[in-house]
């Protein structure tokens, strides 16, 4: 296999190129074909997930999981899912959404702020201060979640949506990104030219460097976002009003219920499963739309360091 | 007077002194809310961890005893240590599957490659809950396409949330959700790497999978390295999975069975809550510490 694969990859070296690959390269079957499994294996549940919410909760029990049921009942599930208990779901939806924007946009907005200034300032203590944030990248969200539990519920910020944005908008890790990120992508001279026309640091900041910045603002946008509308440690102990909930919590509070299922929920099961499924599609949606940011800035730390 | 020393000092390094100031401004925001957020509860929660409440005499002053707990906790132990298993069994997996898919899509030996490199990264952009429900619904015995295929065929299914498989099952899902975003990591390392050093191979007779294995392996040394911190936190701070499965399994999981599990516990059902501080805290600066020591162990073996 080796060896018929190296004559088509030696020839394309000749040729010139234009794309970063050698483009004349021959595919192999035999690669894709076990690619493809490893596809399917990331897919599956998802297809299964998607099969289970066209069906009634009887037929998620009597019917095969991996095929369509007797009735199909996907409507049903969707109009059951958004108008129970007073359409709460939705509520949920909502919520997670707040959370996820106004969360994303301020942290992305604060390291975008911090990383250019520990980037292209220099000043009294900078060293020292940068050191203290990027020497917090290790502590894990969880093992502070409980700390900023503690005491929020000293200043009764507890079960309020502040209690989920406030701790948010803090990314050490967005932080280095954006920080790496300006060292690299803004220019010098631009900054001197600028200077030199008497602009002031802000009026550069937002009419000069933001647009070079931009590419890592929304990476680390992207990474809060998705941080954020995934969270599920911090608001499950932080609210304990179900209006507040986001979806994720919402439908593990659905799920409690629903394994107990007997009597009037017994149909609840059927909403889990489409809830689920109807949370996905959001985000599935936005990486779709963003790939381009997603696919060259997730790893610029990675690559960087 | 003063006019003639104001010129003289500000003349030469005027620009600097000007653009000093700015650079507070640019980073204060961040460190008000970093100050208030992330230190200040980390703080009031090392004050806590000093205390300890006690049926005669309401909260009192109790130094380090907390700490002394913990150490000596076998449920807190049992579940660091499972964790530690975890990450064993785990990372490595999840790592190589990681590995392939970014060498594969990376190759140009692959047809649909988007199809591939995003089909792959799509469970990252699903809530871990929705993860867990999913899987735990698939293992299940109920409606679990796995039990039903063995009800059909005549066999018995094993079942996967016992408490010989528990663990596995748990590592699957979290393979599921987080390969995808490692290979991506992966992958944009591959990209930087400059072609002239394959064609450099090819020329010398190299075929695919020597340049793969003598080229692009080492070149993903520093991405690897960062997938590994982020698998180190992920480990060891694991609850979603184990919080929604224990329904499914209560038997199975106890309310020690991860570190944060038991942290969760602590706080909200036995309502410990200045030990539960002292646990995470802990717990905090063990995952800083693993973090730390297998950076410098890298380090050193890449400086060997």
């Known amino acids: 296999m080796t060896a018929t694969l190296t004559t088509p990859a030696g020839t394309a070296t000749g040729t010139p190129r234009t794309r970063r690959r050698p483009a004349a390269r021959r595919r192999s079957n035999l690669l894709t074909l076990g690619m493809l499994a490893l596809l399917v294996y990331f897919l599956f549940p998802l297809f299964w997930l998607t099969i289970a919410a066209t069906k009634t909760t009887g037929d998620l029990f009597s019917t095969f999981g991996l095929w369509f049921g007797h009735d199909f009942a996907l409507l049903a ?26 969360s994303s946009v301020g942290a992305a907005s604060l390291a975008t702020f911090a990383g250019y200034g520990f980037a292209r300032y220099t000043f009294r203590g900078r060293g020292a201060l940068l050191g203290l944030v990027l020497g917090t990248i290790m502590v894990p969200t969880t093992a502070l979640a409980i700390p900023t539990y503690l005491l929020f519920s000293k200043v009764s910020l507890v079960n309020t949506p502040w209690a989920i944005i406030l701790p948010s908008l803090v990314s050490p890790f967005g932080l280095f990104l954006m920080w790496v990120y300006a060292r690299d992508a803004v220019s010098d001279s631009i900054l001197e030219a600028a200077r030199i026309d008497g602009a002031g640091e802000l009026a550069i900041f937002f009419r000069v460097t933001l647009r070079s910045l931009m590419p890592g603002f929304v990476t680390v946008l992207l990474f809060t976002l998705v941080a954020t509308w995934n969270n599920y440690f911090l608001p499950l102990i932080m609210l304990n ?34 809830g689920s499924l109807l949370s996905v599609l959001p985000l599935v949606a936005a990486f779709l739309l963003l790939q381009r940011y997603w696919q060259s800035g997730l790893s610029a730390g990675a690559v960087k360091e | 007077m003063s006019t003639s020393t104001a010129t003289i000092a500000v003349a030469p390094p005027r620009r600097r002194s000007r653009t000093g100031n700015s650079g507070y401004l640019f980073i204060v925001p961040f460190l008000v809310f970093f100050l208030l957020f992330f230190l200040l509860p980390l703080a009031y929660a090392g004050y806590l961890s000093l205390f300890k409440d006690q049926l005669v005499g309401g909260t009192v002053f109790a130094g380090l005893d907390n700490y002394t707990r913990a150490l000596g906790d076998e449920q807190l132990l049992g579940g660091v240590l499972r964790v530690a298993l975890f990450f064993v069994l785990q990372v490595p997996v999840m790592l190589l599957i990681s590995v392939v898919a970014a060498l ?3 190759s140009g030996l692959l047809r649909f490659v988007r199809v591939f490199r995003l089909g792959i990264f799509i469970p990252y952009a699903v809530p871990s809950v929705v993860a867990t429900l999913m899987w735990g619904y698939l293992y299940g015995p109920d409606f679990g396409p796995l039990a039903q295929l063995g009800d059909r065929l005549g ?63 080492p070149a993903l040394r520093p991405a690897l390295l960062l997938c590994l911190m982020f698998s180190i936190i992920g480990s060891f701070q694991l609850f979603a999975e184990p919080n929604l499965i224990q329904r499914l399994a209560p038997n199975v999981i106890n309310s020690a069975y991860t570190p944060n599990v038991y942290a969760y516990s602590l706080a909200f059902t036995s309502q410990e809550v200045n030990y539960a501080a002292a646990v995470s805290f802990l717990l905090g600066l063990v995952i800083v510490a693993v973090s730390y020591v297998v950076l410098f162990l890298a380090g050193r073996g890449a400086r060997r």
Not at chain 2, 156 to 175: C, E, R
């Open chain 1, 241 to 274: 009003d179900p209006r507040y909930y986001p979806v994720t919590v919402g439908l593990s509070s659905w799920s409690a219920q629903a394994v107990g299922g007997s009597g009037s929920n017994a149909d609840l099961l059927a909403c889990v499963v489409t």
């Open chain 2, 155 to 217: 066999f018995s299914a094993p079942d996967l949330l016992s408490d010989t498989l528990m663990l596995p099952a748990l590592g699957n899902v979290v393979t599921w959700e987080f390969a995808g975003y490692n290979m991506i990591i992966l992958y944009a390392a591959l990209r930087t790497v400059p072609t002239e050093r394959y064609e450099a191979a090819a020329v010398d007779g190299a075929g695919p999978l020597r340049i793969a294995w003598n080229i692009k392996i």
């Open chain 1, 77 to 102: 599930n969707i109009r059951e899912t958004f108008t129970r208990n007073d359409g709460q779901y939705a509520r949920w939806m909502l919520n997670t959404l707040g959370y996820a924007v106004v």
């Open chain 2, 104 to 106: 594969a899509i990376d």
